[in-house]
């Protein structure tokens, strides 16, 4: 469905230049949940964000993305906005913060229709009270504002607004972030029910859902995918490992150590300053991503 | 709030019935110039016989007229500008704000006058000439609080949500960000419109406004003050006229600025 490859996006700041993403190669499969987990600031939302292109001015994008055989990174504006929505939708963190609040909640779903397929006032109404129905809040409360509604169904319209226009693709970025576990769970049952037949990239620090929801995970560490795997018990990978050992189920052992900084990220393997088994080469050669594992000691095994 | 809508409402009131209100403000009575006030004549006459309440109350119509007419022009292009300033920022935005400077850097009197000035000689005096001059100099203040608002308001996500749905610029422009600047345009052009009375009533009084014999403010002030000493109710009628219904305005305004909740130094 979409295939990303060689990404690598910049940004150029008063500090210094922010390698956001480092060679990113990554394909989302036609129904497939792909996961993609990693610390703050590791670069999952840019990469999501690139994917839309919405990123910055100040941002530098090489590389390919490729859906329907067209490289989106070279489309028009123009072109762009008639897939944005349509055929990929995103939502973004903080429903809060997203959801306009001078704008009934009716409206903002209706607004969808109302610009991509140019329905009448009345018509996008309509549908926007269907798509409240399908993501569990009663049409009633169609025009109330978004401050009159509670985190977790926040959420289910955001939700409403991503899927409207039945996209081929959804990228959800941190969909579960500040729900309690219990609307965390109907909130992923129902992206989970919603998005049969649909591929969907999910952008999360939960490891729980990810393990939970995903076909295939992808690990990123410092703007790169360290990882990918089906399952975590197959985990090779140090900063893998460490992350699954930081779970409380699995003793609460943290990383030693703070994610580097993407402006003058370390040499070599960028996560070597962290890991118990470095040698040599990890601080002057970075390894490539090898059967789903960038590491050298996965090579010589 | 209260008091402020009340006098707005006796001053339109005024204006909108005045020819239930006020005798004929045109008649010359050569034989009862300059009357003190008298049950006749509740403000007196001028200097032509006429009466001059009848004639505040028919400039009460002029000064309201041309005042939100000033007002809703420069409100239009002032946000706009300021809109398109603000959101697309860079080159635009450097443009249109130093356009922005060069306006404010000009006193507003002194353009008006320039502009009706040379106006008037190529059209004549026309009302018409009198909305232009003030709008071109009156629009500024509000290009620069949309372009500020602009600025903030273009940072939320739901902008970037909007553009996530394949919303055009221009789109995200009218349904996102105008909604949300609206409170303090409107808190501002209440404001103004006191403003923007004072600044007829300067022209007319300068003798270039509204011409005799059309009733207005400005231009009673200014054909009284010759007789400020035998007769001072010429004067004085119709400056009390524009105080109270600045003061209107303005207490109108800031009422609006506290339920609207516009913070103070977006205003001023």
């Known amino acids: 469905m979409l295939k990303i490859r060689n990404l690598e996006v910049k940004f150029k700041t008063i500090e210094g230049v922010v390698k956001a993403n480092n060679k990113v190669s990554l394909e989302l499969k036609k129904d497939e949940i792909l996961g993609l987990i990693g610390e703050t600031g590791c670069g999952k939302t840019v990469l999501g964000m690139t994917i839309m292109r919405l990123l910055p001015k100040n941002s530098e994008v090489k590389g390919e993305i490729i859906y329907k055989g067209k490289n989106l990174l070279e489309l028009s504006e123009k072109e762009m906005r008639e897939i944005r929505g349509k055929e990929i939708a995103i939502m973004l963190q903080n429903p809060s913060l997203s959801l306009n609040p001078v704008l009934s909640v009716g409206e903002q779903i209706a607004e969808v229709f109302l610009y991509h397929d140019k329905l009448s006032k009345k018509d996008a109404m309509r549908k926007a009270s269907e798509m409240l129905k399908i993501v569990g809040i009663t049409p009633k409360r169609i025009n109330e504002y978004p401050h009159q509604f509670s985190g977790g169904m926040k959420q289910r319209i955001m939700i409403a607004i991503a899927l409207a226009l039945n996209p081929k693709i959804l990228i959800a970025d941190e969909p579960t972030k500040g729900l309690d576990s219990s609307t965390k769970e109907q909130i992923i049952n129902l992206m989970k029910k919603l998005t049969k037949g649909k591929s969907m990239l999910l952008i999360t620090h939960d490891l729980d859902i990810a393990e939970k929801l995903c076909d295939r995970i992808a690990v990123m560490y410092a703007g790169e995918i360290v990882e990918i795997l089906s399952n975590f018990n197959k985990a090779k990978h140090p900063y893998t490992i460490g992350l699954l050992n930081s779970l409380p189920r699995r003793g609460l052992k943290p990383i030693d150590g703070v994610s580097p900084s993407l402006i003058s990220p370390p040499s070599g393997c960028k996560f070597h300053p962290r890991c118990k088994y470095r040698e040599e080469i990890c601080t002057i050669k970075n390894p490539e991503l090898k059967n789903g594992v960038r590491c050298f000691r996965n090579d010589k095994s | ?268």
Not at chain 2, 123 to 150: C, D, E, K, M, Q
Not at chain 2, 168 to 193: D, E, F
Request: proline share 4%.
């Open chain 2, 1 to 268: 709030m209260n008091k402020g809508l009340f006098i707005i409402g006796v001053v339109v009131f005024a204006g909108v019935f005045a020819e239930f209100i006020a005798k004929d403000p045109y008649r010359v009575d050569m034989s009862n110039r300059l009357l003190s006030p008298s049950l006749e004549h509740f403000f007196g006459t001028d200097q032509l016989g006429r009466d001059l309440f009848s004639r505040v109350v028919y400039g009460a119509r002029t000064s309201l007229f041309l005042a939100v007419s000033i007002t809703i022009i420069s409100m239009i292009f002032g946000s706009l500008f300021g809109a398109v300033s603000g959101y697309f920022g860079g080159i635009i935005d450097d443009v249109f704000g130093r356009i922005i400077d060069i306006f404010l850097s000009i006193p507003d009197l002194v353009l008006n006058i320039a502009l009706v000035g040379i106006l008037s000689l190529s059209y004549g005096t026309s009302p018409l000439i009198i909305i232009f001059s003030i709008a071109f100099t009156n629009w500024v203040s509000y290009a620069r609080i949309v372009r500020g608002s602009v600025l903030s308001i273009k940072e939320h996500e739901f902008v970037l949500a909007a553009k996530a749905i394949g919303a055009s610029n221009l789109y995200i422009l009218r349904k996102h960000i105008i909604p949300n600047i609206i409170g303090p345009v409107i808190v501002l052009a209440t404001l103004n419109v006191g403003n923007v009375i004072i600044a007829i009533s300067s022209l007319g009084f300068l003798g270039l406004g509204i011409q005799p014999p059309t009733p207005e403010w400005g231009e009673i002030l200014n054909s009284g003050k010759n007789y400020l000493e035998t007769a001072p109710w010429i004067m004085l009628f119709p400056g009390f006229a524009i105080a109270v219904t600045v003061l209107g305005f303005n207490i109108f305004g800031e009422g609006l600025r506290d339920v609207l909740d516009v913070k103070k130094e977006i205003i001023e």
